[in-house]
């Protein structure tokens, strides 16, 4: 794992947040972009060398619709960017760690993802994340 590379907030309303975000930050989102296979849509912001990612849901059985649901807005997931996304998911599960996606995905922003389940760790949800290779 090299670093934190965002961390996901579960939002109701993306407009509203984009703009507590921006107050907090300092700085305005770089880019929206929707992730039908996951039913959401993110909002980015660049601080430092981090990512804050709003994800607000776009239908009614988005997994952020069902966080949101259970638990209420707020900080989703945490994403660690890797180098090998591949070989960090064999590392896991050798070690008995329950990965939601055993193949990594597309995800936003350029990445391919893959989530580890909470139950594995803490009830943090996990994502790990690597750039796509040109
Ligand atoms: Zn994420």
Do not use: W
């Amino acid at each position: 794992m090299n670093k934190i590379e965002h961390l996901g907030i579960a939002v109701k309303d993306l407009a509203a947040s984009e703009q507590i975000f921006q107050d907090l930050l300092g700085t305005t989102p770089y880019k929206r972009e929707e992730v039908a296979s996951e039913g959401v849509l993110t909002s980015f912001f660049m601080i430092g060398d981090s990512k804050i990612e709003l994800l607000q849901a776009t239908s009614e059985d988005s997994p952020i619709a069902q966080f949101i649901d259970k638990k209420g807005e707020g900080i989703h997931h945490i994403a660690f960017d890797v180098s090998d996304i591949y070989g960090e998911i064999s590392r896991l599960q050798k070690l008995g760690y329950t990965m939601i996606h055993k193949v990594p995905k597309a995800g936003a922003d350029g990445k391919i993802i893959a989530f580890l389940h909470p139950k594995s760790s803490n009830r943090v949800l996990v994502e790990l994340c690597q750039d796509v290779p040109k």
